[in-house]
Each structure stands twice: as structure tokens, then as C-alpha cells.
Nanobody
């Protein structure tokens, strides 16, 4: 498994931006898919975005056009740029890793709180 540490959460007004970062304990280049999940109050954990080792990306419909995921394989980091934030984006955001031959994300960070409120 990979140890993951998130940073960059906080409180922002609607329409604002935040940038989340995730640092991995070892090289993630070409071996792990990386993802950002979130769990809002009273909600199930959901996949927000993922990025393959080759850089292919996927986004939940609710964040398309607002969020951008990227990875730096040299620095072992994954970033989620969140723009035009809405109150419904309020959640704990988790970084996760899925080994390239695995079907499930099974390495998790501790989570970082994002609160969007006026």
C-alpha cells in the first residue's frame, strides 16, 4: 500500500477556489491510479475525480468544468484544483490510490475538510 497525506483544505466562500494536494510515500509513476473522493455530511463517499498513470482523467458530473486533477510523477504528488466552489461541495476530501492491477482503491489518506459557506 501507499501512504498518502492530503493538504490544502479549508473554508471558502461560494465561487471561490481551493487547491488540494496529496503526497505519496513512494513512487506512483506508472503503477497507481490516483483518485480524490469526498464524503459530505450524511452522504456516502463518492469518487470526485481520478487520473491514470498515463494521465487520463475522469470526473463526476457534478464537478466537471470546475475541478481539475493532475499528477506530478517526479514529485509523487496529485493535485485537485477546485474552482467555482458551491456549498454542496462541502465535504471531507480523501486522496486514494489504486494499484494498476487492482479493481479497487485501497490506500487512503486521512482526509481534509473543505467547507464552502458564506
Amino acid at each position: 500500500q501507499v501512504r498518502l497525506v492530503e493538504s490544502g483544505g479549508g473554508m471558502v466562500q461560494p465561487g471561490g477556489s481551493l487547491r488540494l494536494s496529496c503526497a505519496a510515500s513512494r513512487s506512483i509513476f506508472s503503477t497507481y491510479h490516483m483518485g480524490w473522493f469526498r464524503q459530505g455530511p450524511g452522504k456516502e463517499r463518492e469518487l470526485v475525480s481520478s487520473i491514470s498513470p498515463g494521465g487520463s482523467t475522469n470526473y463526476a458530473e457534478s464537478v466537471k468544468g470546475r475541478f481539475t486533477i493532475s499528477r506530478d510523477n517526479a514529485e509523487n504528488t496529485v493535485t485537485l484544483q477546485m474552482n467555482s466552489l458551491k456549498p454542496e461541495d462541502t465535504a471531507v476530501y480523501y486522496c486514494s490510490a489504486r494499484y494498476i492491477l487492482s479493481m479497487t482503491f485501497n490506500s487512503w489518506g486521512q482526509g481534509t475538510q473543505v467547507t464552502v459557506s458564506s
